[in-house]
């Protein structure tokens, strides 16, 4: 991939420095804060685009950085072929549209219309926001794709807002002091929060304490709340006294202090937060957003508050909650006013119910609501009010969308690129894709595992993972090259593959017989296969249940009974489940009993620990041959391991490619079905995980391209990966009905 990366002390001067030596057309792929400054990455053209164009033989796939045998061009080569000849008729296109002068574009004299970006910012006022955050949105959202405006709106919002999702930060305890000015709900929504706490039988882990001692019955209402709920509840009536309070209840998980209500307008905002021990690390203050009030209004308290906050000696100010949504028409300005001075919404409030009335919503929530339509009311602006207040601006629209084909269609051209040259599995997934009636053949496993005798990878060690049919159906083997932590490659064992497993090793051993082959299997071989095995010296190693007997010291005893008694040494850190865990191993000499003849193994405990908690949170048991040296086999262990537990990931994740393939034209064929997920399984996992720095940005412009979302999860990596096919697909179509 071609790309050229940017460095200043901000976002602007990035820009400048990129535009100044590519042009205004060059694609930005991502943008992000580091060290000293910022890092703007961009896709420079493809000088060789004629040569894309061009026929060219393809493998049916190849693993990363390895050599293809030539193969039959298939369909796929047609669908490249069609892509590269559309980009270039885009770029000309362009060309004429930029060369020529508006009348002789459109036959007529150019009127003035919105801008894009006036039109966009039109859409966001009518739904509330500011024109401010509407901007700051049009920026964010540059070099994404969308199908609408208000599409665009709500991912931009959704990108920018930080909110809890959940109630994980109540839980989890801290100081709590909720400011604002009077009336917007803070009494109220503190005896919410204690209710919601002391529910879950912390009621001796929760205090109250109140500053308002000036307001009639300000200190007598929290004082009731403390006695409905059976917590602790105080009022404290000078700095020093809340201080001193505040020191003595340090063993409560969870102390929530109301304040006095002082309007931002009042000179005392000052004087009453400085009560605040703002100099303790473990409080922070709160800034309750009344959702009823103007945006003007809110936008104001915000910054009262944050200006007197952060003046204070260890002030600071970061979380919100929003009150009153029950009552609110629409609570878009109190979204806007969090969104744009960076505050992270807790949670909402939304009535008068004390145990109940409060809740959690993700940033996508929060952002649907600012798009759901609005009533029209009294002081609703009429529609055409909006072209005065916006402005209009001189603006060709032919070139606006010129410029917006050409830079997706080099956005999608670099995708395609990317995973066709560095994702294995993509480029079978491709031709499967663009064409049905060849799709029996590439499902040859012997098609597939040929690509590997003419790469470096055939004449390495290789590990391949069979796995249990499910459901009567073949699962994919996996296999891993010496040095590459991802699969591969894969394939489907079909009909016309040996059944057994000695018959399958020497079957693979004939395929790649440069390569030291070691066989990982789901359960232990049987007496007779391992006999087999060893006689053909084919190395394997098989996960086992906890509860299986072996025999160790003379004494039988279940696995995990025997790992009980064992030393384990740590061995890294590896991926389970999305989460970072400890891996530590141990292992001894065994022997497995069958028909009466017992064999020596070698007998392995994994165990996957929190590093935090240090508790256990899962464990695995294997047995092997034992044939390598103490020297390295802890190393061999944890990779092993940690290869084991991504076969274990590519399961469910290659169940739900064929769940989303059903729909698609291979649901007539299983099989094709089967394979092609096997395929589509393997590209979302090594997208998900590649750690390159180009393998972050492509993750990115993957799922920007398919507007799958923002969060690479493997899930959506698999949706990304399959629209992409799809995307592909359709416009091969397009072109050839052109053609036609």
């Known amino acids: 991939m071609n790309t050229r990366q940017f460095f200043a002390p901000t976002h602007r001067e990035a820009m400048k420095r990129l535009r100044a030596e590519l042009g205004n057309e060059a694609m930005i792929l991502s943008s992000r804060n580091i060290d000293g400054g910022v890092e703007v990455v961009a896709l420079l053209d493809y000088d060789d685009i ?114 809890s999702e959940h109630d994980e930060w109540l839980t989890r305890g801290g100081i709590f002091a909720l400011v604002g000015p009077t009336g917007v709900g803070k009494t109220t929504t503190v005896a919410k929060l204690a209710a919601r706490f002391s529910m879950r039988g912390s009621k001796e882990s929760i205090a109250l304490i109140t500053t308002d001692t000036h307001r009639v019955g300000g200190r007598e209402q929290l004082l009731t709340y403390g006695k409905l709920f059976g917590v602790e509840a105080y009022a404290a009536r000078s700095r020093e006294e809340l201080a001193e309070m505040v020191g003595r209840l ?278 007779t296969t391992r006999e087999a095995l060893a006689q053909f010296g084919v190395s394997w190693r098989a996960m086992v249940r906890g509860n299986m007997k072996i025999e160790h010291g003379g004494e039988r005893m279940t696995m995990a009974a025997l790992a009980n008694e064992m030393l384990f040494d740590d061995a890294g850190m590896v991926l389970h489940k999305d989460r970072e865990l400890r891996l530590q191993l141990g292992w001894l000499d065994a022997a497995v009993e069958e028909g009466g003849v017992d064999q020596s193994v070698r007998f392995v405990a994994a165990r996957l620990v929190d590093p935090v908690t240090q508790e256990r949170v899962t464990s695995r048991y294997g047995l092997d041959q034992g044939l390598l040296d103490q020297r390295n086999y802890l190393e061999d262990m944890a990779l092993w391991i940690s290869r084991t537990l991504t076969v274990e990931a590519h399961g469910p994740l290659s169940r739900r490619a064929e769940n989303e393939l059903a729909s698609e034209a291979f649901a007539s064929d299983a099989l094709v079905r089967a394979f092609a997920a096997s395929q589509a399984s393997m590209v979302a996992w090594r997208l998900k995980h590649d750690r390159s720095d180009n393998g972050r940005i492509m993750r990115d412009q993957v799922l920007k391209m398919t507007r799958t979302g923002r969060q690479p999860s493997a899930n959506a990596m698999l949706k990304a990966t399959l629209k992409l096919c799809a995307m592909v697909n359709a416009l091969g179509q397009c072109a050839l009905a052109e053609a036609g």
Request: hydrophobic share 40%.
């Open 50 to 163: 004629d040569t894309v164009s061009k026929p060219k033989t393809v493998a049916a796939d190849v693993p990363p950085s390895l050599p293809a045998p030539t193969l039959e061009t298939g369909a796929s080569d047609s669908t490249q072929t069609m892509m590269a000849s559309l980009l270039s008729e885009m770029q000309s296109m362009k060309a004429v549209l930029s060369s020529a002068e508006p009348s002789a574009r459109s036959g007529r004299t150019a009127k003035a219309v919105i801008s894009p970006e006036d039109t966009f910012v039109r859409a966001g006022i009518q739904h509330g926001l500011s024109e401010t955050l509407c901007r700051t949105l049009w920026q964010q959202t540059a070099n994404q794709a969308f199908e609408s405006v208000d599409a665009r709106l709500e991912d931009g919002l959704s990108q920018l807002l930080s909110v």
């Open 250 to 527: 340090s063993n409560k998980r969870l102390i929530l202090i109301d304040t006095v209500g002082v309007g931002q307008r009042d000179e005392r905002v000052s004087e009453q937060l400085a009560m605040l021990p703002l100099n303790d690390q473990r409080l922070r203050p709160v800034l309750v957003l009344d959702s009823t009030r103007h945006g003007d209004t809110l936008d104001d308290v915000a910054q009262v508050y944050h200006k007197a906050i952060t003046e204070l000696p260890g002030g600071r100010v970061a979380d919100c909650i929003l009150s009153k949504t029950d009552e609110a028409l629409h609570i878009s300005s109190a979204i806007d006013v969090a969104a744009r001075h960076h505050l992270n919404v807790l949670c909402l409030t939304n009535g008068q119910n004390i145990t109940e009335h409060l809740i959690w919503q993700r940033a996508q929530g929060l952002a649907k609501l600012v798009m759901t339509p609005r009533p029209e009311t009294a002081f609703s602006m009429p529609s055409e009010l909006f072209q005065a207040q916006v402005g209009a601006t001189e603006v060709s629209v032919p070139d606006q969308w010129a410029g917006q084909v050409l830079r997706e269609g080099r956005r999608l051209n670099a995708c395609v690129h990317y995973l066709r040259d560095e994702v294995g599995g993509f480029r079978t997934l491709e031709r499967l894709w663009g064409s049905r009636d060849g799709a029996q053949a590439l499902t040859d496993p012997g098609q597939q595992i040929g690509a590997l005798k003419h790469s470096e990878a055939g004449f390495g060690r290789l590990d391949v993972f069979w796995q249990k049919k499910a459901n009567g159906s073949a699962k994919p083997a996996l296999l891993f090259s010496e040095f590459d932590a991802l699969p591969v490659a894969t394939f489907l064992p079909v009909k016309g593959l040996p059944v057994s497993m000695i018959g399958r090793a020497v079957w693979l051993s004939e395929q790649v017989p440069e390569a030291a082959l070691r066989h990982h299997f789901t359960q232990l071989p049987d007496h």
